[in-house]
């Protein structure tokens, strides 16, 4: 478990935090992308399922 720090030393020393939080929210929107790439993926194979069935 994390000790939890004062406030002045979030504002004074975020440096680590700002970049941990900076990875955080890159990976979160590569996550993000990649959930709505799948989700086209699978809608366009059911759209080409459902509009080609000899395919």
């Not at 002045?8 to 979160?28: F, P």
């Not at 086209?40 to 759209?47: C, N, S, T, V």
């Amino acid at each position: 478990a994390r000790t939890p720090q004062p406030a002045s030393d979030a504002r004074d020393g975020g440096d680590v935090h700002d970049e941990l939080d900076a990875a955080d929210r890159a990976d979160r929107r590569r996550l993000l992308w990649g959930i709505l790439l799948m989700l086209a993926l699978g809608l366009a194979a059911m759209a080409a399922t459902y509009y080609w069935p000899d395919l």
